[in-house]
């Protein structure tokens, strides 16, 4: 799980997934509802983040074609 500094709000990537799983698939509603009533203060937001690496979104894109993937 890697932090990563985009703006407004942040992004999360989450990598080494095994692609032949449909446990996420399966689950989806069910993780939703675990954390869809979590509300993010300031407080959270700093134990969340604290010892936490955040990545430039410049380290994470590079060399990535972002055109090969969004349409224009």
Do not use: H, K, Q, W
């Amino acid at each position: 799980m890697t932090a990563v500094d985009v703006r407004p709000t942040g992004s999360i990537c989450i990598t080494d997934l095994d692609p032949s799983s449909t446990i996420l698939e399966r689950n989806y509603y069910a993780i939703l509802d675990e954390y869809r009533g979590i509300m993010m203060d300031d407080a959270l937001c700093a134990r969340f983040y604290d010892g936490r690496t955040i990545a430039e979104a410049d380290t994470i894109l590079d060399g990535f074609e972002a055109s090969l993937f969004v349409g224009p």
